[in-house]
């Protein structure tokens, strides 16, 4: 992966995404940075913060209720960068979208650094909040990716 890219395209799990994806290396602009998130995300705010901005995921993993995603408001692609309160911020939306979606149980997902170490699509910190739908047709557990995929 290039150093100047914001995005992983060994990491993306669907065609569309993939598309979006290159369209944001082409572009060469950081799809989670707040000038640039409506361009590529379609997905509306749910709640933003002094740190964080809170929305679905568009494109959930498979096998979920709900899929939240907490971006952060600054680049910072590490949690070493990350301002004082930040993780305390991340923690309110969290509960917030536990009450808001009556979300029961689940799993927090947080991948930072290297991408490819990380598993992540996009290197601008963020962090998913996942409620499995058990009842989905050919239910399987979800499971989050940490690592790239050595072929």
């Given at each position: ?26 572009d060469g602009l950081?799809?989670?940075?707040s000038e640039n ?111 790239i995929s050595k072929?």
């Open positions: 992966m290039n150093d100047k890219e914001f995005v992983n395209l060994n990491n993306a799990r669907v065609d569309e995404q993939r598309e979006v994806m290159n369209q944001i290396i082409t950081c799809p989670f940075c998130l409506t361009k590529y995300h379609k997905k509306p705010t749910l709640r933003e913060g002094a740190c964080w901005i809170l929305t679905s995921n568009q494109w959930p993993y498979e096998h979920t209720k709900h899929h939240l995603l907490a971006i952060a408001k600054i680049h910072v692609e590490h949690i070493d960068g990350l301002p004082p309160g930040a993780m305390d911020e991340l923690g309110e939306h969290f509960k917030w979208g536990t009450k808001e979606f009556n979300i029961k149980g689940g799993g927090i997902v947080m991948r930072f650094g290297d991408s490819d170490l990380a598993g992540s699509t996009v290197r601008h910190l963020h962090a998913q909040l996942i409620e499995p739908d058990l009842n989905s047709p050919g239910y399987e557990p979800v499971r989050a990716k940490i690592g072929k």
